[in-house]
């Protein structure tokens, strides 16, 4: 059974950092590409970031390209989202995901609230 287990999310400032992390089990972590979505309040699924097996090759939403950094550690079966200078239209729930874009396999989400 896929597993992805994600901490990290809380209340931050505008202009403040947080590093996203998830942990995944029950399929082989690194053969496999990975992704992070986001749901703000009201509004639909905004895939933002994946990246592939081998952790080189990166991309991202025009929303947080510049800002967010995704990376991946193959030996601990950890996907990593780093968002830096954050701003009040990040607020949302957070999701890593099994796959690229478009994956159904995703975990709880935890959210992510930036206010002054």
């Known amino acids: 059974e896929v597993q992805l287990v994600e901490s990290g999310g809380g209340l931050v400032q505008p202009g403040g950092s947080l590093r996203r992390s998830c942990v995944a089990s029950?399929?082989?972590?690194?053969?496999?590409?990975m992704s992070w979505a986001r749901q703000a309040p009201g509004k639909g699924l905004e895939w933002i970031s994946q990246?592939?097996?081998?952790?080189?090759?990166?991309s991202y939403a025009n929303s947080v390209k510049g800002r967010f950094t995704i990376s991946r550690d193959n030996a601990k079966n950890t996907l990593y989202l780093q968002l830096n200078s954050l701003k009040t239209e990040d607020t949302a729930m957070y999701y890593c995901?099994?796959?690229?874009?478009?994956?159904?396999?995703r975990g709880q989400g935890t959210p992510v609230t930036v206010s002054s």
């Open positions: 029950g399929f082989t972590f690194r053969r496999s590409s």
């Open positions: 995901a099994k796959g690229d874009y478009g994956s159904t396999l």
């Open positions: 990246i592939n097996s081998g952790g080189v090759i990166k």
